[in-house]
């Protein structure tokens, strides 16, 4: 029926754009080689896939819309590159579009480049690939004087900056695009640098002034990485903009003598809400307002970094010459004028200017999220809000044979029945998971027994509860009351986060661990020391864990970014018994947690042959660990003093 509906849109506007009225859009590319100034090229309704188009503008001033507004919908492989001068592109929506490489909508087609050039009241919505940490863009400006606004930009997961502007052609040099009117939508935590929501400018050109103004915008719950919008230019004017519940900062990351003010930050004490960091010099920061923001380090409402010894660009450069003016403070954590210092960060900010500031305790008049909202985007488009379907299945018989995985795709329960306690067993033709997590799941399991003992003539499990090997959207996972045994292969996890997902939180409570030749909870797959971690909260309360040959809790975020603030775990009340005695072996081991809890826990006759808790931490994190017991076991090995 789509298909059908499809083409009847397209042999209409065949008939139509013979006649001079709407086109396909396939059209407007030859349409635009005779277009004059002040004409407009009507594309006629339709949803139409996979197309990749090419406009160039000549010089004349041509408008590109659809019959109504939204009444084109590209969906598929389908992309836009703008380039020449003139051209205003309106009102098209790309949706669904799982853009693998560059941008959706990009100013810039080959090395010609877009000039004068304006994208007004688009909308770009869930335009991601099917991997999350493939790195692609919504909106990437080149060129000079390009106006991007009150467009709609919504359900940004996977890595990359959803707007770049870049400067990496002379003619990107003091551009002065225009960005204003837009809302940025909701991204969640990615858990790695690399997902700004706006970034202006690279390191590389961050001498460089670009000039752009950015202004009256809405960012909405970005959350992506600590900057929230990133400038790496000079020059640029950050004015009026609305940060509602961002977990992140505006950063004048790279470049001198930027301009921020006007700004709203509203945090509501939401965990990780920031203002504004400072790097470099002569930059200005006027008339901002912060309403419960409560983030600390990077992500303070006003953190002035220090700066390191003859700075590389990429680094950190010291602090100059900042001007700090009328700027209002309410319920907010406090700010940090030596933001960052530590071994190498060690020059701090000098010749500062703080003047008329207004802090108080009190909440102050805290905006409304719809006050900020108001002419923010475009106001015709309404985002599918599905209902997902809700499972729930009831394991009854005492004895329960898995041929193939359960495939969680929707928020499901996997619960035991009343007074049974059931066991679960694998029998497939192929090794699979016993239950795989897919895009758009969340799982409860409680009360189940996982056995791996094997079936004769059938396929051992290869995992118990594991995430799908492409996945972009966050999840959740709870296990309760349920034990894991048997499992005689290392390459057997009972609860494990593949490399490329992301949990937002994890909870395995009350659970038992016993006869396993590999790890028993492992989210340790970002193992390329990027930043990246595969699960933000992690809880890990009341299990017990006997003769475990792997590591029974391994949990890594490698490198040293700090774009993040995760992963937070807990490891409370667990045992460990007999477990992980191998040479260098070590029962718990956490890489990078950023805030780390491991207390009343016990240890017998486990991590002998290397630690029973081994910690690879950065001097940022914070950590505690306490209330532990040891009896014939490791002890603690951490690159600091605990």
């Not at 200017?353 to 305790?361: A, D, G, I, L």
């Not at 805290?366 to 985002?383: A, F, H, I, N, R």
């Not at 209902?387 to 329960?413: L, N």
């Not at 799908?468 to 349920?482: F, I, N, S």
Request: hydrophobic letters at 35%; proline letters at 4%.
């Amino acid at each position: 029926m789509i298909r059908k509906a499809i083409l009847s849109a397209a042999i209409a506007a065949l008939m139509c754009s013979c006649a001079g009225g709407p086109m396909l859009p396939s059209q407007v590319e030859t349409a635009l080689l005779t277009a004059k100034d002040g004409d407009t090229l009507v594309i006629a309704n339709g949803t139409y896939a996979d197309q990749k188009l090419s406009w160039k503008g000549t010089g004349a001033k041509v408008v590109i819309l659809p019959q109504d507004k939204g009444g084109v919908v590209f969906t598929g492989e389908s992309s836009l590159k703008l380039s020449g001068r003139g051209l205003e592109v309106n009102s098209l929506v790309w949706k669904g579009c799982p853009c693998s490489k560059g941008a959706v909508v990009e100013f810039k087609d080959g090395d010609s480049l877009a000039f004068d050039t304006r994208l007004s009241e688009c909308v770009i919505d869930e335009c991601n690939p099917s991997r999350r940490d493939v790195i692609s863009s919504y909106v990437s400006l080149y060129g000079k004087g390009n106006r991007v606004d009150h467009c709609s930009f919504l359900g940004k997961k996977s890595l990359g900056v959803t707007l770049l502007v870049m400067l990496n052609y002379t003619d990107c040099l003091d551009n002065h695009h225009e960005i204003d009117h837009n809302h940025f939508g909701p991204r969640p935590v990615y858990g790695s640098n690399g997902a700004e929501t706006i970034r202006i400018g690279t390191s590389q050109q961050c001498m460089e002034n670009s000039r752009a103004w950015l202004h009256d915008n809405l960012f909405d719950r970005c959350n992506g990485e600590v900057e929230v919008v990133s400038i790496k230019s000079s020059e640029n004017v950050i004015e009026n903009n609305r940060f509602w519940e961002c977990q992140g900062v505006l950063a004048l990351r790279h470049g001198d003598r930027n301009v921020a003010k006007g700004n709203v930050f509203v945090g509501n004490g939401v965990r990780n809400t920031g203002g504004i960091r400072i790097v470099g010099e002569d930059q200005q920061l006027l008339g901002n307002r912060f309403y419960g923001v409560v983030g600390t380090r990077f992500f303070s409402p006003l953190a002035l970094m220090c700066g390191v010894p003859n700075s590389l660009p990429n680094r950190y450069m010291q602090v100059k010459r900042t001007i700090l003016k009328d700027n209002e403070f309410y319920a907010c954590s406090p700010a940090d004028m030596l933001c960052g210092q530590d071994f190498e960060r060690t020059l701090p900010p000098v010749e500062t200017v703080f003047e008329n500031h207004k802090v108080s305790s009190e909440q102050g008049d805290v905006p409304s999220y719809d006050s900020l909202k108001e002419g923010m985007g475009v106001d015709w488009y309404v985002k599918d809000e599905i209902a997902k379907e809700k499972k729930t299945i009831v394991i009854s018989a005492a004895d329960t044979v898995f041929e193939k995985a359960i495939v969680v795709d929707c928020p499901t329960q996997i619960v035991a029945a009343p007074g049974v306690k059931p066991v679960v067993r694998f029998a497939g033709s192929k090794g699979d998971n016993m239950i795989t997590i897919r895009d758009g799941g969340s799982l409860l399991v409680r009360g189940i027994t996982f056995d791996g003992v094997l079936t004769p003539g059938k396929a051992l499990a290869k995992g118990g509860i594991c995430t799908d090997v492409d996945m972009v959207e966050p999840y959740t996972l709870t296990v309760e009351d349920c034990t894991f045994r048997n499992f005689g292969e290392s390459g057997f996890i009972p609860v494990r986060g593949l490399k490329g997902t992301f949990a937002d939180t994890v909870v395995v409570r009350s659970c038992r661990f016993e006869a396993l030749s590999g790890d028993a909870i492992s989210f340790a797959a970002e193992s390329d020391d990027k930043g990246r971690y595969n699960a933000d909260d992690m809880f890990i309360e009341n299990c017990h864990f006997e003769r475990i040959l792997g590591i029974p809790v391994n949990i890594y975020r490698g490198g040293s970014d700090e774009s993040t603030a995760g992963p937070y775990v807990h490891v409370r009340d667990c045992k460990f018994v007999a477990s992980c005695n191998k040479v260098r072996g070590s029962c718990i081991r956490i890489t990078g947690a950023q805030v780390l809890d491991i207390t009343g826990c016990s240890f017998d006759d486990s991590g002998r042959g290397g630690y029973a808790i081994r910690l690879d931490d950065a001097p940022w994190e914070v950590l505690n660990v306490s209330g532990n017991t040891f009896v014939s076991s490791g002890k603690i090995l951490s690159n600091r003093k605990l």
